[in-house]
């Protein structure tokens, strides 16, 4: 019950000041997103707060320790907060955290390395810490395993990359090795109409490619006058006849192999196996029948 | 109970003592366990002679979540002065069976969580006899069991506070600032802490609120040795948790209640939020229905004119 009329006494006062409420609410939506549980504001200072500093000088004058209790007992250090912080932005709030411990641990620690007091636990000095060790242990595992984690995204990355790296490089490759194909051929161009201009002269003088294109000679066959060779055929005619025996069969024929077989004895394929001679799909039924009634007379 | 007695016996005897002679040497004091408040030390002795004696109650209410009884939890580790109590009835828990509580514990001062609806965490500190008590609502909260805070440090070595310079811009935040030295600081040679410094507390003032981070202060364990010089740049800190962050709603000039001192202006309690949020979700269907019944009565207000064309079609 008790909670209940709480709660409606809250609606009440709502209701009351509804239209400045309604503002912060608009405002509180955004800011939780960013913060979790979310700090919200009024927008204005309420006029009713309490406020009695004096009160509350006096109440710390109360409490405060005396003025000549060391800095020993305190060892509280103030520190100097350069610039306003965004509440709302995570990083730079926890670096300015950062700053100020590392500060405070600076300056703590210059005060008590002057009044020759140890500072941090020596290296042999094992005692009962905050965290277990078996917490610890968790600790680190996780550590490990998102390291783990990083490296793989890593090397996956990696051979991502090569991968594209090389695919490219193939493709410099083929593009160089074509140039340099109709480099070559260009060449051969070339050369051949500057033997046609000079009127195939200085064939006589015994050098070897002279020789080779020698047109007199019995034995070889002339590459360029050639019946019933269209005159683009690079090959000379040799790609229709089909009469060069080359290694490589054509790409059709390796399909049909693949799909068909090639080679083997015949006979094992022709002969029945088990499942064959069940099968009597292949066989007219009445035939059957007829015949195995005959046997019977 | 035999060191108990003792200790009563020797109250007396120190009180005799400096009847008689207010100017003896301090040896005899600095040794024993004296049963006055810090506060009442007489400023004739000298500085050698101030003895922190500060204990902490450290209770919750009943039906607090388990994260925010987790926060209690390290609290009470990284608080070797504390004493942690049961539950107390949140209900029932006025001031006054709380203030109880603290005097038979022997405490000069309390941390109590007050966990509402198993979501708000309020927390009240409060310096007990007669001293002041804050009441803050916690935001924020990070147990030292995450996984993420990495840091570990010596269970009950002194941690060094610092605070940022906002805390001497106005009344309250100093009152909270001594406070929070006072509660927070790890009384000097007691018994249970250890005589080095490996943590470090921050409080640091952001948007009105205070926030508390806890690191530990590593070193590379080499330079450990000539941390004089070199091993002050190399020092690093970790972080070890709990994490939490303050938001001050209202001081007392009592030990939970008394006289408010200070109200903080800027408060919305979170039911108030939870209240306006609902509020905004029931509001599309009452706008909804809103812009129907407005549509109506146009409508009605303004008829449509009869079309002179619509029995055109009709031979």
Excluded at chain 1, 52 to 81: F, T
Excluded at chain 2, 28 to 47: N, Y
Excluded at chain 2, 143 to 157: D, I, P, Q, V
């Amino acid at each position: 019950m008790g909670v209940s009329n709480k709660e409606s006494r809250l609606f009440n006062e709502d209701s009351m000041e509804e239209d400045d409420f309604e503002e912060v609410g608009s405002g509180s939506e955004s800011e939780e997103d960013s913060e979790e549980e979310g700090d919200v504001k009024l927008d204005e200072p309420s006029k009713k707060a309490v406020y009695n500093r004096d009160g509350i000088m006096d109440k710390l004058g109360d409490i405060s320790w005396p003025e000549n209790a060391g800095w020993v007992h305190k060892l509280s250090v103030d520190i100097d907060q350069e610039q306003k912080v965004d509440v709302n932005d995570d990083l730079t709030r926890e670096l300015a955290f950062y700053t100020q411990a590392l500060e405070g641990t600076r300056k703590a620690f210059e005060k008590l390395q002057s009044m020759g007091l140890p500072f941090l636990r020596p290296e042999d000095y094992y005692a009962e810490m905050v965290k277990s060790d078996s917490h610890m242990e968790r600790v680190k595992s996780r550590l490990l395993v998102e390291k783990k984690k990083i490296e793989e995204a890593d090397e996956r990355r990696k051979a991502r990359e090569s991968k594209k790296l090389s695919k490219e490089i193939q493709a410099q490759k083929l593009k160089e090795r074509a140039k340099q194909k109709k480099e070559d051929i260009e060449s051969v161009k070339k050369w051949r109409k500057q033997r046609q201009q000079s009127g195939f002269a200085g064939g006589d003088k015994g050098s070897e490619l002279d020789l080779a294109f020698e047109d007199g000679k019995p034995f070889e066959r002339s590459n360029k006058k050639r019946p019933f060779v269209a005159p683009g055929d690079r090959s000379g005619g040799k790609a229709r006849q089909g009469g060069k025996p080359t290694g490589k069969k054509p790409k059709k024929r390796e399909i049909k192999d693949s799909k068909f077989g090639y080679g083997g004895r015949k006979g094992s394929k022709k002969q029945n196996m088990a499942e064959t001679t069940n099968d009597l799909r292949g066989f007219n039924k009445d035939s059957l029948t007829s015949g195995n009634k005959k046997r019977k007379r | 109970m035999g060191k108990k007695r003792k200790q009563s016996e020797v109250a007396v005897l120190e009180k005799k003592e400096e009847e008689v002679a207010p100017e003896r040497p301090k040896r005899t004091l600095s040794g024993w366990k004296e049963k006055k408040d810090d506060d009442e030390v007489k400023p004739s002795e000298s500085t050698a002679v101030f003895r922190n004696k500060e204990k902490v109650l450290v209770t919750c209410s009943r039906r607090i979540s388990y994260r925010y009884r987790h926060l209690m939890l390290n609290v009470v580790d990284l608080m070797p002065h504390c004493k942690k109590d049961n539950k107390v009835d949140s209900k029932s828990s006025n001031g006054a069976t709380l203030n109880e509580l603290v005097e038979l514990k022997n405490c000069s001062s309390c941390m109590f969580f007050e966990c509402r609806k198993g979501k708000d965490l309020y927390l009240w500190m409060s310096k007990c006899p007669n001293g002041p008590s804050v009441k803050f609502l916690v935001n924020a909260v990070h147990t030292m069991e995450e996984l993420k805070l990495t840091g570990n440090h010596l269970k009950g070595s002194r941690p060094i506070l610092t605070f940022s310079s906002d805390f001497d811009k106005d009344a309250h935040w100093k009152l909270l600032k001594e406070m929070i030295t006072q509660i927070f600081g790890i009384p000097k040679e007691h018994r249970k802490s250890k005589p080095y410094h490996d943590h470090v507390f921050v409080f640091s003032i952001v948007d009105d609120h205070i926030w508390f981070r806890n690191y530990q202060i590593s070193v590379p364990h080499n330079e450990s040795d000539k941390i004089a010089r070199g091993g002050l740049d190399k020092m690093t800190l970790v972080e070890v948790g709990p994490r939490f962050c303050l938001n001050p709603i209202k001081i007392f000039g009592g030990s939970f209640g008394g006289p408010t001192l200070y109200e903080n202006p800027f408060y919305i309690s979170p039911n108030q939020i939870r209240a306006l949020e609902k509020k905004k979700k029931a509001g599309t269907f009452v706008k909804k229905v809103k812009a129907k019944t407005r549509r109506k009565m146009h409508e009605l207000e303004n008829p449509l004119e009869a079309d002179e064309f619509s029995e055109m079609w009709k031979e």
